[in-house]
């Protein structure tokens, strides 16, 4: 089958590479890279990992793949644990960032950037996929890997019978601060500092020191703020922003001289109550909805709904 996979990020190469085998897969992404979430942004000489920060792993599949990347030197263990006592799971990253990762996961497939998706039409035999430049790419069958909102809106004139509640799923807004410092941080080792995002009374829901974390040549830190700030502070103009934000930084940024700040906005930051299938299917049209929002949260389960998505359209060619 030609199967059109829309959205680089994890899930959508997961399931790219899983069908690659024996399908004739092309991958879509509107962003100039493949990633996704999984995002690392370069300012002069630091590397600032600005979307995901780490994974854990809890069950076999994304075993056996994090123990390649631990092999071929791509993942790294960044500690155990960012407060004591230790849960047991190691805490994984990209060893030049995670969106190296995602790079990795790509090697070989047919990915094409830069390329929006405007919309999905049904057609006799399957679907037309419609690029905003006007090019339109004919496929098999189709999975949808964006934040659920933006695939149901490339969805909307297929007439498809997507249950309502699927497609209302909320997901809670991030806003980050990447710091790049002339002297190291005063954040504390392992170089992460993990709070409650969903307490309005954190002033973040996450710190990482990037140097620390092996990632950065020269200090440089993330900030996440927490869900409610976020929310609360999305409409902000940009300068009232970030002076905000590195006013809360200061107590991490310590005696360390600002070389650069920068705001990164995520609108669809992840979901607020997961779906509790893997994936959505219509095997009659040859659909697939998958992504984060499905197999759990966060990094393993866009992994695990990845794998679901292309196992749900193996099934399709066995009808
Ligand atoms: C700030 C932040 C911090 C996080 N921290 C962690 C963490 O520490 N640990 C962890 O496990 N997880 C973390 N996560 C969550 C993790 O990053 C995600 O769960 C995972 O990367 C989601 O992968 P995905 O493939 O489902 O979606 P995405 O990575 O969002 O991929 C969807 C892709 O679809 C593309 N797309 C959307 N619309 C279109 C269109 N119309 N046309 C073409 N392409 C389109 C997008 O460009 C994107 O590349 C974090 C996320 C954020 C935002």
């Not at 990992?49 to 071929?72: C, E, K, S, Y």
């Not at 849960?87 to 990915?111: I, Q, V, W």
């Not at 799923?169 to 980050?176: K, L, M, S």
């Not at 994936?279 to 040859?286: A, K, P």
């Amino acid at each position: 089958m030609r199967v059109a996979v829309v959205g680089a990020g994890l899930a959508g190469l997961v399931a790219a590479r899983a069908l690659s085998h024996d399908h004739d897969v092309l991958v879509l992404d509107k962003g100039r890279s493949v990633g996704g979430r999984l995002a690392t942004r370069r300012i002069g000489d630091a590397t600032l990992d600005h979307g995901a920060q780490f994974f854990t792993v809890r069950g076999d599949a994304l075993r056996r793949q994090v123990d390649d990347w631990l092999d071929r030197g791509l993942a790294t263990t960044w500690c155990n644990g960012f407060s004591a006592p230790h849960d047991g799971f190691p805490r994984y990253c990209g060893t030049t960032g995670m969106n190296s990762l995602a790079k990795d996961l790509a090697t070989g497939l047919d990915c094409r950037t830069d390329r929006l998706v405007f919309t999905c039409r049904r057609t006799e035999n399957g679907w037309d996929v419609v690029i905003d430049d006007g090019e339109v790419i004919e496929a098999d069958a189709l999975v949808l890997t964006c934040p659920v909102p933006q695939s149901w809106s490339l969805l909307v004139q297929a007439e498809l019978d997507i249950p309502e509640e699927l497609f209302r799923r909320h997901y809670h807004r991030t806003i980050g601060l990447l710091t790049v410092l002339d002297a190291p941080s005063a954040v504390p080792e392992p170089g992460g500092l993990q709070f409650d995002a969903t307490d309005a009374g954190q002033p973040f829901g996450f710190v990482a020191d990037n140097a620390m974390k092996g990632v950065s040549d020269v200090p440089a830190v993330t900030f996440h703020a927490t869900q409610p700030w976020s929310a609360e502070h999305w409409d902000d103009d940009p300068d009232t922003l970030r002076d905000l934000l590195l006013e809360r930084a200061q107590p991490w940024i310590g005696a360390a001289g600002i070389v650069e700040a920068q705001v990164k906005k995520w609108r669809f930051a992840g979901p607020v109550m997961p779906w509790p299938e893997p994936c959505w299917v219509d095997d009659e049209h040859r659909v697939v909805l998958a992504g984060d929002l499905f197999a759990g949260p966060k990094f393993e389960g866009a992994f695990n709904s990845g794998l679901a998505a292309a196992d749900a359209v193996t099934d399709f060619t066995a009808d």
